[in-house]
């Protein structure tokens, strides 16, 4: 099953949101925020688990693989959402750090290989 591109960055945006809206919702309504949790967070690690780095840089996939700790880190927080700890606050945050990088570093690594490519490096 092929899913084409923008599915794949809707469905991210939307599971994106769904945490962002589960760790606001939290101290409103812990029981409704920590199923809303699980349904962004699987979401998310669906699409970054099919969505492999394209490139062939050691640097690209050492990112790439800083994003599935990042999504693993999600999934704690969400176990420790449903334990009722508050150490999930600190987990998201390292989480959500760590996918703010990756993204924004592994793009320039891409496009930066993509442009060695054509030069003939």
């Keep these: 099953m092929n899913i084409s591109p923008k599915t794949k960055t809707i469905f991210f945006q939307v599971s994106a949101i769904l945490i962002l809206v589960a760790a606001a919702a939290y101290y409103i309504s812990p029981l409704v925020a920590k199923y809303v949790m699980v349904a962004g967070v699987a979401g998310f690690a669906a699409v970054t688990f099919t969505s492999p780095y394209p490139g062939k840089?050691?640097?690209g996939k050492r990112l790439f693989n800083i994003q599935i700790l990042a999504v693993l880190l999600m999934v704690v927080s969400a176990f420790l959402m449903f334990k009722e700890m508050s150490a999930w606050v600190v987990t998201l945050l390292i989480a959500a750090i760590?996918?703010?990088y990756s993204s924004?570093?592994?793009?320039?690594?891409?496009?930066?290989?993509?442009?060695?490519?054509k030069k003939g490096k």
Aim: negative net charge.
């Design 57 to 59: 840089s050691l640097r």
């Design 98 to 100: 760590l996918t703010l």
């Design 104 to 117: 924004i570093i592994l793009s320039q690594t891409y496009k930066k290989e993509q442009e060695d490519e």
